[in-house]
């Protein structure tokens, strides 16, 4: 039964929302169909692991159903009341968890029930939720705007209409409702714009968004550069219509640093991945200045815990991390790294990630021997790792002046890549020109200058080289 809508949606319960959920069906205000108690019962040891999957639709029948014929219609229709249920239960969960929504509606239910004696304590409630949040995105904005919005209405019904108050100029605050209105609105489309624009990047999409010249014009307004949305979506859109905008770039960093507390988790990630997004870029262009930028970053959306899923450390990330320590020089924070964060890695990618890491941290320390020793632990499971993996063993094949094996792997190595169909004609030809101008490395002998100085001008100008820096160094070394 592991295939049923139930199931699987139970599944994406924890074990404390499970038992969460029992409780919720066993309260008679949620539920009063018994039956959907005892079916619940079934299914609920089975997600946790506890029972196997023996099941069939007769024997859940039975158990709900005792001694009742079985009903095809009924069995479905009580599972679709479950899963209803279920569904009530995620959006309670989802209202519970968010204090601006609860303290905006009670707000809202005070005034549609026209309950005066509350008004009072249940705005400052309202209040108090908004300002002891750290929240400031627009989320943050539209509660405020929500919030005024409904005291505004509120204050109509219970003062104005009855000619009763003695300051309306100063609490009728229709000004300060529209402002929020206005904030939120330019935050959120800031945000979609900055969504599209990252789409432009990678799809072809002829989509555009109506008035951003307008928008511009009213975030030029100094007071809107001080609330945290539109300041850092703005900056995050020059980045990406400038992708050489180093200005906007230390700028969005200099925001992230001082606003990157007021966002909930998910906006904190997309922000991580726009400043990490720029650094990479900068590296791919050439600018190795931008190597220590990037790892800033990545340490930045560690202690944020942006490069986790759901616990786990996304092994592109945790490959990343070391990489750009050992290019930024710090070998012992990059070995660390790896320590301290190999048990957050799934076991999957913990086989191939943790050896392949240490081998890379080893090569840069100029341990080619431990190298080799380590990529033998690899598990080449995929076509990223077994390139990777056999870059690395050929130089250091070259560094230990193991030429006879260097030639025989270079052979294996270009065997592999004309029979690895699942990579592209440009990456395959970037590894073709790194076996070449190895070859070329190892045959031309170093009392040729003349030679050396032609290759290197080659090198230089050729696109689409692998290890092309540490190509250029192997050079120099033999000219000089």
Same mark, same amino acid.
């Given at each position: 039964?592991?295939?049923?809508?139930?199931?699987?949606?139970?599944?994406?319960?924890?074990?404390?929302?499970?038992?969460?959920?029992?409780?919720?069906?066993?309260?008679?205000?949620?539920?009063? !169909?018994?039956?959907?108690?005892?079916?619940?019962?079934?299914?609920?040891?089975?997600?946790?692991?506890?029972?196997?999957?023996?099941?069939?639709?007769?024997?859940?029948?039975?158990?709900?159903?005792?001694?009742?014929?079985?009903?095809?219609?009924?069995?479905?229709?009580?599972?679709?009341?479950?899963?209803?249920?279920?569904?009530?239960?995620?959006?309670?969960?989802?209202?519970?968890?968010?204090?601006?929504?609860?303290?905006? $509606?009670?707000?809202? +239910?005070?005034?549609?029930?026209?309950?005066? =004696?509350?008004?009072?304590?249940?705005?400052?409630?309202? #209040?108090?939720? /908004?300002?002891?949040?750290?929240?400031?995105?627009?989320?943050?904005?539209? +509660? =405020?705007? @929500?919030?005024? !919005?409904?005291?505004?209405?509120?204050?109509? #019904?219970?003062?104005?209409?009855?000619?009763?108050? =003695?300051?309306?100029?100063? %609490?009728?605050?229709?000004?300060?409702?529209?402002?929020?209105?206005?904030?939120?609105?330019?935050?959120?489309?800031?945000?979609?714009?900055?969504?599209?624009?990252?789409?432009?990047?990678?799809?072809?999409?002829?989509?555009?968004?109506?008035?951003?010249? /307008?928008?511009?014009?009213?975030?030029?307004?100094?007071?809107?550069?001080?609330?945290?949305?539109?300041?850092?979506?703005?900056?995050?859109?020059?980045?990406?219509?400038?992708?050489?905008?180093?200005?906007?770039? @230390?700028?969005?960093?200099?925001?992230?640093?001082? @606003?990157?507390?007021?966002?909930?988790?998910?906006?904190?990630?997309?922000?991580? %991945? &726009?400043?990490?997004? @720029?650094?990479?870029?900068?590296?791919?262009?050439?600018?190795?200045?931008?190597?220590?930028?990037?790892?800033?970053?990545?340490?930045?959306?560690?202690?944020?815990?942006?490069?986790?899923?759901?616990?786990?450390?996304?092994?592109?990330?945790?490959?990343?991390?070391?990489?750009? &320590?050992?290019?930024?020089?710090?070998?012992?924070? &990059?070995?660390?790294?790896?320590? %301290?964060?190999?048990?957050?890695?799934?076991?999957? #990618?913990?086989?191939?990630?943790?050896?392949?890491?240490?081998?890379?941290?080893?090569?840069?320390?100029?341990?080619?021997?431990?190298?080799?020793? /380590?990529?033998?632990?690899?598990?080449?499971?995929?076509?990223?790792?077994?390139?990777?993996?056999?870059?690395?063993?050929?130089?250091?094949?070259?560094? /230990? %002046?193991?030429?006879?094996?260097?030639?025989?792997?270079?052979?294996?190595?270009?065997?592999?890549?004309?029979?690895?169909?699942?990579?592209?004609?440009?990456?395959?030809?970037?590894?073709? !020109?790194?076996?070449?101008?190895?070859?070329? $490395?190892?045959?031309?002998?170093?009392?040729?200058?003349?030679?050396?100085?032609?290759? =290197?001008?080659?090198?230089?100008?050729?696109?689409?080289?692998?290890?092309?820096?540490?190509? $250029?160094?192997?050079?120099?070394?033999?000219? !000089?």
């Amino acid at each position: 039964m592991t295939d049923s809508k139930v199931y699987i949606a139970l599944e994406h319960l924890s074990v404390y929302e499970l038992n969460s959920f029992r409780k919720y069906l066993s309260s008679p205000y949620f539920n009063m !169909n018994e039956n959907l108690i005892a079916l619940y019962e079934i299914y609920e040891p089975l997600v946790k692991g506890k029972l196997n999957d023996s099941l069939t639709k007769e024997l859940i029948w039975e158990v709900v159903f005792p001694g009742k014929k079985y009903n095809d219609t009924k069995y479905r229709k009580l599972h679709s009341e479950l899963l209803k249920i279920f569904e009530d239960f995620i959006a309670q969960k989802a209202y519970d968890n968010n204090k601006f929504l609860r303290a905006n $509606l009670t707000l809202q +239910a005070v005034r549609t029930r026209k309950i005066e =004696k509350l008004f009072k304590s249940v705005s400052a409630s309202s #209040d108090r939720a /908004l300002e002891h949040s750290y929240n400031r995105s627009s989320e943050y904005l539209y +509660a =405020k705007y @929500f919030n005024e !919005n409904e005291k505004l209405q509120l204050y109509s #019904d219970f003062q104005i209409a009855r000619k009763r108050s =003695k300051n309306i100029e100063s %609490d009728l605050k229709i000004s300060e409702t529209v402002k929020y209105l206005d904030q939120f609105y330019i935050a959120e489309k800031l945000k979609h714009y900055v969504k599209l624009l990252g789409w432009k990047k990678i799809l072809t999409i002829e989509q555009d968004i109506d008035y951003i010249d /307008l928008l511009n014009k009213m975030i030029e307004d100094e007071a809107m550069q001080n609330i945290p949305p539109i300041a850092i979506y703005n900056t995050i859109s020059k980045t990406l219509l400038n992708q050489d905008d180093e200005e906007s770039y @230390f700028l969005l960093k200099k925001q992230v640093d001082e @606003f990157i507390d007021y966002f909930p988790d998910e906006e904190i990630r997309n922000i991580y %991945d &726009a400043l990490l997004s @720029f650094c990479v870029r900068m590296v791919n262009k050439g600018n190795l200045a931008f190597q220590e930028e990037t790892l800033d970053a990545y340490k930045g959306a560690l202690e944020k815990e942006t490069v986790f899923d759901d616990g786990h450390i996304i092994a592109i990330n945790f490959n990343n991390i070391v990489f750009f &320590a050992l290019r930024a020089g710090e070998y012992d924070w &990059a070995e660390q790294f790896v320590e %301290d964060y190999k048990d957050r890695l799934n076991d999957t #990618d913990r086989t191939s990630s943790v050896p392949f890491s240490l081998a890379r941290i080893e090569f840069y320390r100029n341990n080619y021997g431990k190298v080799i020793e /380590l990529l033998q632990e690899v598990e080449m499971n995929s076509v990223v790792y077994n390139l990777s993996s056999k870059t690395i063993l050929l130089l250091s094949y070259y560094e /230990l %002046d193991e030429f006879d094996a260097l030639d025989s792997f270079i052979n294996s190595f270009r065997v592999y890549l004309n029979r690895e169909k699942s990579i592209s004609a440009r990456k395959k030809g970037t590894y073709k !020109n790194l076996l070449k101008y190895v070859t070329r $490395l190892i045959n031309i002998r170093d009392s040729d200058k003349e030679g050396l100085r032609k290759l =290197k001008i080659e090198i230089e100008e050729t696109s689409g080289v692998g290890s092309k820096p540490w190509l $250029l160094q192997k050079l120099e070394e033999k000219m !000089n």
